[in-house]
Each structure stands twice: as C-alpha cells, then as structure tokens.
C-alpha cells in the first residue's frame, strides 16, 4: 500500500517523494486537534460566547484564546456580532461549526461507553423534539440501524488519491490529555485524548485499511521507528490495538483491534460525514456502503429513543458533576 511518485528533472535523475492518503477524517481530526481549540468549542456547544467568558472558564492566555478565535472565524466554525444588545463582541456557531456537534456526540458516545469507569457519563442528554432522555447512537443515515466497522464496505470516491503530504508550520501542540478535561470531566476529551494525536490518528487509520504489520505501517506513514513503536505501545495501552504474534518465533507482531478500538470506527464515520460534507468540495475521497441494507450513507448520530438526528438546537442536557464558575 506505500504510494510513491518519481519526479525527474535536469539536476536530479529521480527522487522519491512519500504520498499522503485522501482522507476526511484527517481533515476533520485537525480542527479539534490542539487542545484549547477543543476547550474553546466545547464551551461554546455549552453557550459561552464572549471572550472574556472564555478566558474565566478556561484560565486561557489572552493572546492564545485570541489566536484560536481568530483562526475559528478564519476556518467558518464561528462568526462574531453584537446580536445581544449591551454585551459587546460575540461568537456564535455557524451552520459549518453547528454541524460539529455530531462528531461531539459520537465521541461522547464512545468515551461514555469506554472511558467512563466507574463513574457515571458526565452529561446527561435530553432530546427536546421527543422530550425524552437519551444518550447519542451513531447510525447509518439510511436505515437508520447503528453500524460496526463489519457493516461498512468501501471504495474510492471522486476525491481519492494521494499527495505529498501538507508542509505548513505546526504551530500548535497535539491534544493534551491534562489540559483536555480542565474545568470538567468530559467523555469527548477522553476520547479525544486517544486520538489526538496525529501518528496515533493516521496509525489508526492505517489499521482500518487493513495495515497491521509494523513495517508496513512504517513505509507508508514515512514515520520514525522510535515514534511508531511509541505510538502503537499507546494504543495497545489504552486498549484499543492488541499485539498478536504472527513468527514461529514470536518476536514478530501485528496490530488487530480490540473490541474498543472496533467502537472508535463509529466516531471516525461522523468525522468524515462532516468532513466529506464542509472540507471535499464535493469530491469525496471513499464512498461507504452499509452491508445490512445496501445503501451507500453517511452516518448520523440520532436520539436512542425516536432515532431523529439529535441537532444542537433540539438538545438539553443535565450535569451529574457540579461546575465551579
């Protein structure tokens, strides 16, 4: 699966150039990436909207919370406007940022079912259209039954292919597991942290085309050997990959899932609906197809009760934790 391009030129015979897969996950994973871009809109789904809300709740730098506002506004997750007259600027969600709320939830999902421990989910939802209380299910936007990852097929769609991997400066840190749950718990930051980061998203990613084998992972990633056996010892930690020998040895591995690490594909799903959605331009890079009806889809995270797409304006929710102001 390593794909490669050969450029040739006057000064150079040849050069071989490592290609990066297509994907709508990935473009979506980078938006909620850095830590305090999560933090930011996660208390905005809760309502905060001034910037001097921000700052008290998150214990943010000024500049920094700055930064990451601007960089939203840029990206059409949020638009600014005095809507409340007497408080000044504000942020509010766009459609674009509105539309994030599902990855949200079927994050939570996750996280609720796997992350939580002993502990109770820290958010309670309350579908308002039906009226009942109800925890998100990620399901197939067709017949509406919830997906695996042994449901879905996949093929190329009009956006796949590689290219050379993007070379802009990192200017932000990955996500920080510390600093993801600052203020209050949260099952989305437990699951973020696992994914979080961008070897252990793309290795996770390699792991759903099929990649199990280190060296494999390697060539195609272009990775470190120190930072692919680092990651993979992560996700084998946190219970999402397990090692399965493979040598008449034993001293040779590959990397399957684990019942957890099958439940993360639902999440990965959301992402790239919104994705494939707001970021393609219409040039999707896979089409998925649900086995148990048929249909190509997307998936749609729904209310457990009605199976209506739960909505961030049809949504109520109780804490089971007490928030300090």
Same mark, same amino acid.
């Not at 539309?99 to 996750?110: A, G, K, N, Q, V």
């Not at 997906?147 to 993007?166: I, K, L, M, N, Q």
């Not at 680092?230 to 084998?236: K, T």
């Not at 099958?262 to 890079?285: E, F, H, Q, R």
């Given at each position: ?110 996280? !609720?079912?796997?992350? =939580? @421990?002993?502990? $109770? #989910?820290?958010? *309670?939802?309350?579908?308002? +259209? ?25 093929? !190329?769609?009009?956006? =796949? @292919?590689?290219? $050379? #991997?993007?070379? *802009?400066?990192?200017?932000? +840190? ?37 990649? *199990? ?42 990397? *399957? ?69």
């Amino acid at each position: 699966m390593k794909a490669e391009v050969v450029r040739k030129n006057k000064k150079l015979k040849s050069a071989t150039i490592l290609l990066e897969r297509h994907c709508s996950v990935r473009r979506t994973v980078e938006i909620v990436l850095d830590s305090w871009s999560f933090l930011i809109l996660r208390e905005a789904f809760f309502g905060v909207k001034r910037f001097d809300k921000f700052q008290s709740r998150l214990g943010i730098p000024r500049q920094t919370l700055s930064n990451r506002l601007k960089k939203m506004v840029q990206n059409g997750l949020l638009s600014t406007g005095t809507r409340d007259t007497g408080k000044g600027k504000q942020y509010y969600f766009t459609f674009r940022g509105k539309d994030l709320f599902s990855t949200m939830l079927s994050l939570m999902e996750f996280g !609720d079912k796997w992350l =939580a @421990g002993d502990e $109770p #989910p820290p958010l *309670r939802l309350i579908h308002t +259209r039906c009226g009942k209380k109800c925890h998100p299910i990620t399901v197939c936007g067709e017949c509406k039954k919830p997906v695996t990852a042994f449901d879905v097929a996949y093929r !190329d769609g009009a956006g =796949a @292919g590689y290219s $050379p #991997p993007e070379t *802009r400066p990192v200017k932000h +840190r990955s996500s920080d597991p510390k600093v993801l749950q600052r203020i209050r718990p949260c099952s989305v930051a437990r699951s973020l942290a696992i994914i979080g980061d961008r070897w252990s998203f793309l290795i996770l990613r390699e792991g759903w085309f099929g990649v *199990r084998r280190f060296d494999e992972m390697r060539e195609n990633l272009g990775i470190a050997t120190n930072i692919l056996a680092d990651r993979l010892n992560r996700l084998v930690k946190a219970g999402v990959l397990r090692k399965v020998s493979y040598s008449a040895t034993g001293d040779r591995f590959e990397y *399957r899932f684990t019942r957890m690490g099958i439940d993360l594909y639902k999440p990965m799903l959301v992402m790239m609906a919104w994705g494939d959605k707001w970021l393609s331009d219409g040039n999707t890079p896979l089409r998925l197809r649900h086995r148990q009806c048929d249909h190509d889809f997307q998936a749609q995270v729904v209310c457990s009760e009605c199976l209506e797409p739960l909505r961030v304006t049809d949504t109520d929710y109780t804490l089971t934790y007490t928030l300090d102001e």
